[in-house]
């Protein structure tokens, strides 16, 4: 069975076709013209640069030469050290104790005390190691092990 299609159908058809015609149309339309732009030019001077003196070129002052490195003399002797009376330097890490002093005021023993070592000795009394070995034959192991209460003699005219 067929129906038919009623009339109020098509005039609402042909009302849709024309708004989508108007519609596709209107983009065809030209955009309204811009508004004409005025250009002014103006000139403005500008001043010229003054040239700016170029510095006059100076020599750099000369060094003189370095003094020539001396000669290594192969197998050459140690130095000898003399040996010479302690010279306390006062107290530092490693070496703490109060040193006994003869009538003069010169150090001439030492009592090691918790912490100190044989090398901080040597250096707060301005002595060499290998001479406070020497004036302390009685220390063993160049100096590694020094104990508490050791008596460390610091009278360079004395050995032991």
Known sequence: MRRAVGRGAVPVAVSMVAMSGALLLSGCVAAPA???????ATVTATPTPTPTPTPT?????????????????PNAPAPVYEPGP?????????ANGTPTLD?????????????????DIAQRFDLPQ????RMNPQVHDYGENVYIGDVVNLDWTKTG
């Open 130 to 133: 290998q001479q406070l070995l």
């Open 34 to 40: 811009p508004p004409p732009v005025t250009i002014v």
């Open 103 to 119: 009538g003069a005021g010169m150090p001439i023993s030492y009592v090691v005390v918790s912490g100190d070592s044989f090398f």
């Open 57 to 73: 070129p100076t020599a750099a002052p000369v060094e003189p030469a370095p003094a020539p490195a001396p000669e290594p003399v």
């Open 86 to 94: 302690a010279v306390d330097l006062g107290v530092r890490d490693g």
